[in-house]
């Protein structure tokens, strides 16, 4: 059982928790809110990127479950693809990518110099895979075969360009270097 005797110190079964030095940021909360954040300027991305002028009524009627659970899939391959390579250098496994699979270009272990940002990372890969593989089991046969992705930090790479656009580094910069 948790009590808070103030808005600083937090006592939790007997034990006292030193007082917060960053009281207005809960890491958890920021990073579940970052990552939300990022999944949903991904998707729309795509979606408003692929589908610029070229949307009608008769498209959207068109799309299927299926159509619907590879397109989460595609994402979920590169989200996957990307956590992995930064937590251990390599991605997907052969048996989670399908048949006749694309490549990936880009991507790196990344030397983690603080540990719960490194946990944080081997967290969100642990569910991406989970993710590839509820779909991939979900579809059967229908699911599609991860495509060639581009998980690169050059200079007009996505993820260097999503990087500027999100501030985290400025124009001329790439991410991760």
């Known amino acids: 059982m948790t ?9 939790d079964s007997g034990k006292v928790s030193p007082p917060n030095p960053f009281p207005k940021l ?3 909360e920021a990073r579940r809110t970052f990552l939300t954040g990022l999944g949903a300027g991904a998707i729309g991305a795509a979606v408003f990127g692929a589908a610029e002028g070229s949307f009608t009524e008769a498209h959207a ?22 956590y992995l390579n930064a937590v251990t250098g390599q991605g997907l496994s052969a048996s989670d990518m399908g ?18 940002v490194k946990s944080y990372a081997v967290e969100i890969a642990t569910q991406e895979r989970t993710h590839v593989e ?17 998980i690169g930090t050059g200079l007009n790479d996505a993820f ?18």
């Not at 009627?61 to 990307?82: P, R």
């Not at 699979?101 to 719960?116: D, L, W, Y």
């Not at 229908?142 to 581009?150: H, I, R, Y």
């Open 134 to 150: 509820f779909l991939r089991s979900a579809l059967g046969g229908s699911a599609a075969p991860m495509p060639n992705l581009n």
């Open 160 to 177: 260097t360009q999503v990087a500027v656009a999100a501030g985290v580094i400025s124009q001329g910069q790439t991410f991760n270097a």
């Open 99 to 116: 048949p006749n699979p694309g490549t990936v270009t880009g991507g790196a272990q990344v030397p983690f110099a603080i540990p719960i």
């Open 3 to 11: 009590y808070e005797a103030d808005d600083d110190i937090k006592i």
């Open 61 to 82: 009627q068109s799309m299927t479950d299926v159509n619907v659970l590879n397109f989460a899939l595609n994402l979920e391959y590169l989200e996957a693809s990307f």
């Open 26 to 28: 809960d890491m958890r």
